[in-house]
């Protein structure tokens, strides 16, 4: 989730937080407790379109930093033979092993995923969203190694993630960068979408298809076909009623809009070698 200009907190004079909790908190929880379930960048329908290209029909999969956990819902791409979840929150653990509840082969592990202890060629299908991009620069490559290290041969890894514009100047790409880390109030460093296919090749995988879409994560219309009519008017009723969080939100959403013509969604499919 990027997007939006947050308020930071104020101080009394012994440096006590005060203000509403929902102008301290990082966007993507503020919007997960306001019942946010899709906080993928490109939302859901680039996901759909990710899971159709690469689908998971009966074979081993692994999401990392599965979030809410709403990939693994959903039907008809992920019936896969096993589902294994790595992160490192136990709550997204609990998360993920209750919608899975009913799947024999359902697993997660609270882990780094620069650090797994899966074993080599334990995955027919990788998928990581929108958790590369809080990452520093060495730590994604380390990531995106040991996902290197988890497919079989001629198996895939989808990422879905925010994308800045080839065709800026670093100054401004860094600019809109400390943006995003201020409004969110987390570190965040998206990349181009060359320099996503860059790291991807860097670690041996082959980039086999790339689809992007704009970043409309806080749009009404996003959010109805993201979360469904009713998931939408619980969201907004929870807004309502949540002290702070119509401000902040508003300001997200106005924040996203200035950066629409500098950000995209990217999803990128890539193949490890047989050889």
């Given amino acids: 989730m990027l997007s939006a200009s947050a308020p930071h907190a104020s101080t009394d004079d012994h440096g006590a937080r005060t203000g509403p909790e929902a102008s301290r908190m990082q966007g993507q929880w503020l919007l997960a407790r306001l019942g946010k379930r899709v906080l993928r960048p490109g939302g859901l329908g680039l996901t759909r379109r990710l899971l ?19 990939t693994a819902e959903l039907p ?19 998360r993920v092993t209750a919608i899975l509840e009913g799947h024999p082969e359902a ?24 958790m590369l991009t809080i990452q520093s620069s060495e730590h994604k490559r ?9 497919p079989a041969p001629g198996d895939r890894y989808v990422i879905h993630e925010p994308a800045l514009r080839d065709d800026r100047s670093p100054e401004e790409l860094k600019a809109v960068r400390q943006n995003i880390s201020r409004t969110i109030m987390v570190g ?35 959010i109805v076909e993201d979360e469904g009519l009713l998931g939408a008017i619980r969201s907004w009723r929870a807004v309502r009623r949540t002290p702070g969080a119509r401000e902040r939100v508003r300001a997200m959403r106005q924040n996203s809009r200035l950066q629409g013509r500098m950000l995209s969604a990217v999803g990128i499919v890539a193949r490890k070698p047989t050889q």
């Fill in 52 to 70: 159709t290209v690469a689908p998971a029909h009966g074979g081993r999969v692994v999401e990392l930093g599965p979030g809410v956990g709403r």
């Fill in 76 to 94: 008809p791409a992920f019936h896969p033979s096993s589902c294994t979840a790595v992160g490192p929150d136990p709550e997204g653990r609990e």
């Fill in 107 to 130: 697993g997660s592990v609270v882990a780094d995923a620069a650090a797994t202890p899966l074993p080599d060629a334990s995955a027919d299908l990788v998928v990581g969203e929108a």
């Fill in 142 to 150: 380390e990531i995106i190694a040991e996902v290197a290290r988890v």
């Fill in 188 to 222: 965040a460093r998206p990349l181009p979408q060359s320099s996503w296919k860059e790291l991807l090749t860097g670690a041996g995988l082959m980039v086999k298809w790339t689809g992007s879409v704009s970043m409309h994560l806080l749009e009404p219309r996003r």
